[in-house]
Nanobody, 114 residues
């Protein structure tokens, strides 16, 4: 079993920054890829960023240059640094981890509004 605990969401002004954190616990040795997805109202869930245990990253085009995903393998924690936030970034953000199964966090709300 893998459990994911997220933190860092909230309300921020356009142009502001937030850092999301997701800590994995349980059977963590089998985890390879960790990442962040988001789902905005009326839209499907989409990949925001992902990172492998080796450090390879992948970003959605909409966040390239603004968001950075990083990983602390020793702590089994993944981070998403979000800069230059826009109203269209407003969504519920979900952490996930891949082993033989997919594991999801509970989701954390990010709202970008003036």
């Amino acid at each position: 079993q893998v459990q994911l605990v997220e933190s860092g969401g909230g309300l921020v002004q356009p142009g502001g920054s937030l850092r999301l954190s997701c800590a994995a616990s349980g059977s963590i040795f089998s985890i390879n890829t960790m990442g962040w997805y988001r789902q905005a109202p009326g839209k499907q869930r989409e990949l925001v960023a992902a990172i492998t245990s080796a450090g390879s990253t992948n970003y959605a085009d909409s966040v390239k240059g603004r968001f950075t995903i990083s990983r602390d393998n020793a702590k089994s924690t993944v981070y998403l640094q979000m800069n230059s936030l826009k109203p269209e970034d407003t969504a519920v953000y979900y952490c996930n981890a891949r082993s033989r199964l997919l594991w999801w966090g509970q989701g954390t709300q990010v709202t970008v509004s003036s």
